[in-house]
């Protein structure tokens, strides 16, 4: 009888064993999920756009041709169909801010622009440390802002939208923000 409780017991102490670092998903991979999708880039930055998910240039209101796309601006909507689904779905837009340009006074100079403000604990990604606040000014909404050296992001990501709800949790919203970077020029 004793042979038989410890050989459960040993049985038991090795599928502990087994399940320890195993995410909730069965992955062994620290939450860190593989997301699929395609890199878009805008022409100074880029961005992963998971499958599902679709990526915008945006209109470059200062430029001569009307056709001109902004290079530092990209809009990645989840569920997106047509550029139309932005403005009910669920999605993060991205502005860069390079080495010549100031991000509006930082993240306390962004609060002042919004009321409701919430600050948020930081999120830390491969990459960057992302530092922001939420806001229920256009719904409810997560302000970001990553500082590299002389490089600013700003990641607005519209959290609640009548086409859907997201979190700064979700595995795409954390592959988005992990996979911004300046383009490759």
């Known amino acids: 009888m004793k042979k038989l409780i410890c050989v459960i017991l040993a049985m038991l102490m090795l599928l502990s064993l087994a399940a320890c670092g195993k995410d909730k998903d069965g992955s062994t991979d620290g939450g860190k ?34 056709n001109a796309t902004d290079p530092d601006v990209i809009t990645i909507c989840k569920g997106a169909k047509t550029s139309f689904d932005m ?3 669920p999605l993060v837009r991205i502005d860069y801010y390079g080495p010549d340009t100031e991000l509006w006074g930082g993240l306390e100079g962004l609060k002042e622009w919004y009321t409701d403000v919430q600050d948020l604990e930081p999120i830390v990604c491969d990459n960057y440390t992302w530092n922001g606040f939420t806001t229920t000014d256009y719904g ?3 302000i970001l802002v990553a500082v590299d050296g002389d490089i ?25 923000l992990n996979s911004i970077q300046p383009s490759e020029k």
Request: hydrophobic fraction near 50%; charge should be negative.
């Open 87 to 89: 403005l009910s779905n």
């Open 152 to 176: 600013q992001i700003q990641a607005s990501v519209y959290l609640e939208t009548d086409g859907g709800k997201i979190s700064l949790e979700d595995a795409d919203v954390l592959a988005i």
């Open 140 to 142: 409810l909404m997560a």
């Open 33 to 66: 999920q593989e997301i699929k999708g395609e890199i878009f880039d805008a022409g100074n930055v880029q961005a992963l756009a998971p499958k599902g998910w679709m990526a915008f240039p945006a209109n470059d209101i200062f430029a001569e041709d009307e």
